[in-house]
């Protein structure tokens, strides 16, 4: 079935209108952010991945060893998480804090 021109067209001017507007964009400068050290760099090297890999092999084994370490791990962590959600602010400045600031002062030397 053909479709009509009109809505043929319509199509075309919705699948091609936003790559249109794109184009239309502001692209901010890049270039303008880099430091002169930066602009003046050498290129990286670019090394064989093969060497980078080797190392990784043993240490995603798991060991013996590997389940108490974990369970250690996993304390400290809960530990200072527990240490975390305590109040940061003690009692003696809460109760401070809580009485608000004393305003009157500075009432007195706006008159």
Do not use: H
Not at 17 to 35: E, Q, S, V
């Amino acid at each position: 079935m053909r479709l009509p021109l009109p809505l043929c067209l319509t199509c075309t001017l919705l699948c091609a209108g936003p790559l249109l507007l794109a184009g239309c964009a502001d692209i901010p400068d890049l270039d303008d952010n880099l430091t002169p050290a930066a602009r003046s760099a050498p290129y990286p090297a670019l090394v064989p991945i093969a060497p980078l890999l080797a190392g990784t092999e043993q240490a995603q084994q798991i060991k013996e060893g590997t389940a108490p370490a974990l369970q250690g791990r996993v304390a400290a962590l809960r530990a200072r998480a527990a240490r975390l959600r305590g109040g940061v602010v003690d009692g003696g400045t809460r109760r401070r804090m809580d009485s608000g600031v004393n305003t009157a002062p500075l009432d007195d030397a706006a008159q």
